[in-house]
């Protein structure tokens, strides 16, 4: 298969500038000179991103009705992001909360996850990924979601253990 990554997502919103807020105040992206060209869009950047942008968000108005996706229609679930430490992700996880958005937390057994909503209620997951060479057996035959119990995993790994290495990216 020739494709080796997701470069960008769109999302359609109701308040391009809520979301503009959000997705910077709370996660840290920043807002890109190309969502001046278009009225009601913005294009924003992944913090560390080397792409033109990551996310765009387009306004629909306030008369949207919310996303029936997995309850009455067929739709997108929830976009993923990798976060770089599982520092990074224990400061998400207090952003998320000081902002009402923080819906889950999930242990995976390789991955480590939060879930979050925006302003839409639309949903995304924020995820931590065990390194290669820090995997053990146990890791990868655990079975079923669990609560993720993240002072737990800072302990075992260390809050600058960095996400994937080996796996999502070169070591």
């Known amino acids: 298969m020739a494709i080796f990554r997701l470069n960008h997502a769109v999302l359609y919103v109701r308040d391009v500038a809520a979301s503009v807020a959000f997705y910077r105040d709370v996660l840290g992206f920043g807002y890109t000179e190309t969502g001046d060209a278009i009225p009601g869009a913005a294009f924003l950047r992944a913090p560390g991103s080397s792409n033109d942008h990551d996310l765009g968000l387009f306004q629909i108005g306030s008369q949207a009705g919310p996303s029936g996706a997995g309850r009455t229609t067929v739709g997108l679930y929830h976009l993923a992001w990798e976060v770089d430490t599982l520092g990074d992700l224990e400061d998400l996880a207090g952003k998320l ?22 302003p839409d ?47 999502s990216r070169v070591g």
């Open 97 to 118: 909360s000081e902002h009402d958005a923080l819906v889950g937390a999930s242990d995976h057994g390789t991955t480590k996850s939060l879930y979050g909503k925006d």
């Open 121 to 167: 209620g639309l949903e995304f997951e924020i995820v931590w990924i065990i390194p290669a060479d820090l995997l053990t057996d146990e890791d990868r035959n655990k079975t079923g979601i669990s609560r993720l119990n993240l002072p737990a995993e800072i302990t075992k790994y260390g809050r600058e253990a960095r996400s994937g290495v080996g796996i």
